[in-house]
């Protein structure tokens, strides 16, 4: 279920309340909120400006261009505004904690996986990332801890930083191939479809 459209720090308290925060770190904070009219579940990331490069000044077309990723196995992101030096997104809540968490767990009990779920995550993530490529998107930190599990065991890969947007072949550097990550998170790349098409090229006749 999509949540209704929040566009600020005003529309966003008179539509949901936090519940809890349920992560935080050097990279920001994650909030647990919940919408007030259903009692449906989301995810606040707030992440501040001065961690994104020039200052978050291109963030939010940026984020507004992974709102459009839509598929069962990404992090949906619904929206994003800035407030008092920080960028607030607002995602899907995956309930069943990180792929991460998940191997740790077993490892601490000496068992493996059935093999049937481990092919089953496997063939979710490569969905997600199929998806992600034919959008133009490399994900860049693709790992155990960036991938969310609801208690179904539905997939939800972590797209959350923009490192760069190239929606324009004049805005990518003749001496580059691709636009590479310039801030100081690890985080997915969009590429325009100029620079992608360069660089197959390029590999393809260097190989």
């Known amino acids: 279920m999509q949540p209704p459209a929040c566009d600020g720090e005003t529309s966003f308290a008179s539509l949901f ?16 909120v919940e919408q007030t009219s259903n ?36 992090t949906r992101l619904y929206g994003a505004w800035k407030s008092d030096g920080t960028l607030n997104i607002l995602m899907d809540y995956a309930d069943g904690g990180t792929l991460g968490d998940k191997i740790k767990e077993r490892s601490c009990m000496t ?5 049937d779920i481990v092919i089953d995550w496997f ?20 790992k155990a801890h960036n991938v969310f599990l609801t208690s179904r065991n539905i997939v939800k890969a972590s797209l959350v930083f ?21 801030s ?9 479809h100029h620079a992608r098409s360069r660089n197959s090229a390029r590999t393809r006749y260097s190989s």
């Not at 068992?111 to 093999?115: A, G």
């Open 184 to 192: 100081k998170l690890p985080t997915p790349l969009l590429l325009d």
């Open 17 to 32: 309340r936090e519940v809890r925060e349920v992560g935080r770190g050097a990279h920001g904070r994650v909030i647990l």
């Open 111 to 115: 068992r493996l996986f059935d093999e």
């Open 39 to 74: 009692r449906a579940k989301y995810v606040l990331k707030q992440i501040p400006l001065e961690l994104l490069p020039s200052g978050g000044h291109t963030a939010l077309p940026e984020v507004e261009v992974l709102c459009r990723l839509a598929h069962p196995n990404i």
């Open 123 to 142: 063939v979710q993530i490569v969905s997600a990332l199929e998806h992600m490529h034919a959008n133009s998107v490399i994900h860049r930190d693709l």
């Open 162 to 182: 923009l490192s760069a947007v190239c929606p324009s072949r004049s805005r990518v550097p003749s001496h580059s191939h691709y636009c590479v990550a310039i």
